[in-house]
């Protein structure tokens, strides 16, 4: 990039001193099609499909060799061999080898985490592009040997004599043979993610018709967002697959109704949920370019929507206090406030479905008054969402959850969605993100349509 | 990499075989790489003699300035790498004897992948009975002659239309095409100069400098090679495919440094679609080139609706829609040179393709009548018909059928894509400026339909 270009985008002095803080604009995404576990990526590994997500992108917006401030993506599967699992597929793309890379995880929300990471790099002029990204493949998923071979392997390494050597290996058993696979419960409390929000979906009282209703929305929502070709410019094919595996255009009600309960079947309760309103394992991965306004208009790049603020929120579900997955509830106040937003200021929210009862719960929760007033501190109910603007182009339990992309996904689809509504009511459109993670913790985001500042 | 029939008559047994009974000899083509020379040997150029005439002298002349080692006169025994015959002035069947014979005691010494390229003008333009009688003449010796000459050697013609001069800009582009490895599989083709037009690019080995260039079907086979050559000759590239093949897509335009469009071709949009990213993420679009196609066939007597319109919808509406949207953007003045892909099946017909026959006979009445439209700003618009052409669609044809088809040309061989490209990304270039509704054929001289 010429020298002038460089000091333009930097950020300028004012008379103040003050250096007033550079946007950070989404200039679009790529991901691949997500696929059910087993399914199309079953021999694809997290560096192949996130390699496959990046170079989409490059081609996209003719980013050949072109070096990035800095890209930043993870996955929450990860083998050990994958310490630098970003750097690589960056390493593999068409981009510069000159790009640096960095992994991070945050669970569920590590997708959004890199975006808003990036975004606040950008903002401080520390970058002037980025790649935020997220991949996840639970077919190639890390199988680890039992913590007695481990442990056994290790001592063998470290003895020097055959006798040493012999000792150690006396000590194995048959049942150090048994492998140790990756599952989705919670470490503290060996729940699965699917008992926990049981439990919050039953202290919820949410009904298994809702629950269903969502999950037949996000189908369709999903499967008509790909019929006006609004996926065209977000999605690349990958190994055959042109449309996300898991999506079931034709799904009804009545199909949805006659799925057996999987999770909360000893609560007491009815069990309300399903594999169709619960997303299954899936395989995929996405990425979001993010850049200054400088750095898109010199390289002729669209300009979709702006990064405005995130905030992240934790819960204590180990001693039951919230559910596993309720953090948004207590992030989305929190950021909506220092914003001095309200729900009737928001066009579009993207609430991630974990499960049709996480998003379900979540509503309810910001609909009861002596909730709000107790646990958020607020004057009364958060308030109502207009279910009209909620995941108009489907969300998870359609298009699958492979969890670091997820995050990508979501960004990308958005940031398309508010470019394409424009202004509201003179002021641009706007969009909620809130993506809850394992770990009782939650992500949420605000993005806005980009709109030119004054006197440009 | 030579078929492998091309490979066994090529050496030891199989050449001495190949010989002896008379089989097909076919050549290693000279192709074009950046650098080369234009052709491989000194060039002959002969004119009528006519006292009144000195394009031969004019043409000379000019090649000489381009560094070409160039004779008027044989040295016996002289390998040579082409022959050029100017004919602009013959009035009379009786013309051709002088330089025509005169060529012929040269034939045998040219080198191989040599050119034999006739310079004359369009019978049609001619007033006299006699005149014009020498000129479509030229057609009937050159079609002859391209199918005599061995070792990978072509002839090609160009036509002058009035008005248009031998060593006008837009001849010598056409000219230089044809000496040059650009022009490999083009084999017994007349291809006519309307209009003094065009120029030569600065750098020859980078005549699309600078221009925006939009390919569709870029995702593979012959699309992905237009590609590659565009972007080899310098231009910037907007690769354009179904969202079904992007993946492919998307290699291709990271290998070109391009950037990759997801769009159906025949969605209503897709020419606004086109349009806008060329020109706003591109800043122009200069060149066009209408590639996608697909096959569906079936014998008419089992042709049903979807093949039928299938077919027609992708390969010909698709390219009046977006041509449409082309010439209707008058705002930005859009006068990109548009090159549409036929095909020789829509010149002579294929049996079981009567449906994709149809559409590619309607490519080359569109690029007919779309010629004078562009042509009041400045643009052009010309098809190249490929004949057998070595891709992964014929690799599917039963090997028998196969053989024989890509046998069944003057060069006795398929094409590559590489070659469709070539002839496409030299009517792209400025160079071919004076040529506009024009039918190109790629196809070796195949021996149906010339």
Known sequence: ?456 | MADKYTQFVSHGIGKDLAKRLGLPQPARLRRYAPGLPLVPGPVLVLGTGRMDANGADELASELAAWGLDVRRNALPKEKLGAIILVLDDVGHPDDLAKPVLTAAQSLRDLAPSARVVTVSRTPDSAGLPAVAAARQAVDGLLRSLAKELRAGATANGILLANGVGAVRLSALGALRFFLSGRSAFVDGQLLTVAKDAGQLPPDPDRPLAGKVAVVTGAARGIGAAIARTLYRDGARLVVVDIPAAGDHLAQVANEVHGTALQVDITAEDAGRRIIDHALERHGGLDILVHNAGITRDKLLANMDENRWNAVIGVNIAAQLRINEAVLASNPHGLSPRIVSVASTSGIAGNRGQTNYAASKGGVIGMVRATAPLLAERGGSINAVAPGFIETEMTARIPFATREVARRLNSLQQGGRPDDVAEAIAFLASDAAGGISGEVLRVCGQNLVGA
């Open chain 1, 1 to 456: 990039m010429p020298a002038e270009e460089q000091s333009a985008s930097a950020p300028q002095q004012t008379s103040g001193g003050h250096q007033p803080m550079r946007r950070a604009v989404v200039v679009g995404g790529n991901r691949i099609p997500f696929a059910r576990t087993g399914g199309a990526y079953t021999k694809s590994s997290n560096q192949d499909m996130l390699t496959a997500a990046l170079d989409g992108l490059i081609a996209r917006f003719g980013l050949q060799d072109e070096r990035i401030g800095e890209v930043a993506a993870g996955a929450v599967l990860k083998h050990s061999r994958d310490f630098n699992l970003t750097r690589e597929a960056v390493l593999g793309s068409a981009l510069s080898a000159e790009t640096p890379a960095y992994d991070l995880q945050q669970a569920c929300a590590t997708g959004l985490e890199t975006v808003l990471g990036l975004a606040n790099k950008i903002k401080l002029g520390q970058i002037d592009s980025a790649i935020a990204g997220g991949v996840d493949s639970a077919s190639d998923a890390p199988i680890a040997v039992s913590e007695g071979l481990r442990e056994i392997l290790l001592d063998l390494n470290r003895s020097k004599t055959l006798p040493e050597r012999l000792k150690v290996l006396a000590r194995l058993r048959p049942k150090d043979l048994a492998p140790d696979a990756p599952n989705t419960g919670e470490p503290r409390t060996g729940l699965s993610m699917g008992e926990h929000q049981a439990l919050t979906t039953a202290q919820w009282e949410i009904a298994r018709e809702a629950q269903d209703e969502l999950a037949y929305n996000s189908h369709h929502n999903l499967a008509a967002a790909y019929e006006r070709g609004f996926f065209d410019d977000l999605i690349t094919p990958y190994r055959g697959l042109n449309r996300d595996s898991n999506l079931r255009p034709d799904t009804s009600m009545e199909k949805l109704a006659s799925l057996k309960p999987v999770f909360g079947k000893g609560l007491g309760t009815e069990a309300t949920m399903t594999a169709g309103n619960s997303t299954p394992l899936t395989d995929g991965a996405s990425t979001v370019l993010l850049g200054t306004e400088e750095w898109a208009d010199a390289r002729r790049l669209p300009k979709l929507a702006v990064v405005v603020d995130g905030e992240a929120a934790a819960v204590d579900f180990v001693h039951g206090k919230d559910g596993l997955l309720m953090a948004p509830v207590f992030a989305t106040p929190r950021l909506l406030e220092r914003n001095g937003l309200s729900f009737e200021d928001i066009d579009f929210f993207e609430i991630h479905e974990a499960f049709a009862g996480t998003v379900l719960s979540t509503l309810a929760a910001w609909e009861d008054d002596e909730f709000c007033r107790t646990r958020l501190g607020l004057g009364g109910a958060l308030g109502k969402i207009d279910r009209a603007k909620l995941n108009v182009n489907g969300s998870s339990l359609a298009a699958g959850h492979p969890f670091a992309a997820t995050g990508g996904r979501i960004v990308a689809s958005l940031a398309k969605l508010l470019h394409d509504r424009g202004p509201v009511d003179g002021r641009p459109a706007r969009g909620l993100i809130s993506i809850c993670a394992a770990g009782g913790q939650g992500v949420v985001a605000i993005l806005e349509a980009y709109t030119a500042p004054e006197g440009r």
